[in-house]
């Protein structure tokens, strides 16, 4: 599967009267947008074509999925009153765009090197980013968004899968709700995970729909995490960083796998 055959399988499942393709050569990416307002989603051609080489069809359909519903989403009105249940921080790479389309800037919060921290409003099916915007327009505090959100994402279950290799403990979240990655930004979860673990915890956030939790207890782990993350890396439908961080004292330190070396 190259890029032109996937975009000709996006496009003709996402065709429709009032949507237009443009495609970006230099950069691999497909945008879907409303040909009325101009409003649309890109995606980037091989994420997804590196899922379909795992999941076919269930690929495809995944990011048509997704690409509707935030289509849809963007011709729904937001307000933040009224919705302070549905309000949760999304981690982003620092490569994700500052502004949206209209050149609002967004709302977000410097996280580390690699991440930051964006605020959405969760719409049942998908969720739209928080703009400055929209902030002003409802005459909220900035500082009252981050304490909703991250008072929400607390909120949420944490229910994760473990696998062991070569001694080495692997805990996988996978909830699918959207905010996976985001729950490395509770200090409680990763407090009680610090305090589970025997060796070095590190944590992996690959794309929006996972969280990796490690148990490192010796230098095969650090190999085997960096992998790992570079896998989910390749194939998540929101890609966020193949780097993983090692939690110590409250703060997080990103990880460089050289070898069977671990440099900090």
Known sequence: MDSKKMRKMLE?????????????????????E????????????PGIIAKWNEQKEKAIDET???????LNAMEEKAQLSGQERNIFPVIRSTSFPAEAEEGVPFFFDDHTAETRIYYALDMGKTYRLI????????????SHIRETALFNLRSLPAEFKTDEVAGN?????????????SRILNDRLLSKMKDKVEGSLAIAVPHQDVLI????????????LAQMTMSFFTSGRVPITALSFLYEEGELEPIFILGQNKKK
């Open 12 to 32: 003709e499942k996402l065709q429709h009267p009032n949507r237009k393709f443009v495609f970006d050569r230099e950069k691999d990416t497909l945008r879907i």
């Open 34 to 45: 409303n040909k009325e307002t101009g409003r649309g989603i890109t995606v980037a051609l």
């Open 64 to 70: 048509v999925y997704y690409v509707v519903e935030g």
């Open 131 to 142: 703009d400055k915007r929209l902030i002003e327009k409802e005459g909220w505090e900035e």
């Open 169 to 181: 403990l692997f805990y996988f979240l996978n909830s699918n709700d959207g905010y996976d990655a």
């Open 213 to 224: 939790v490690a148990d490192i207890r010796n230098d095969t782990g650090f190999d085997v």
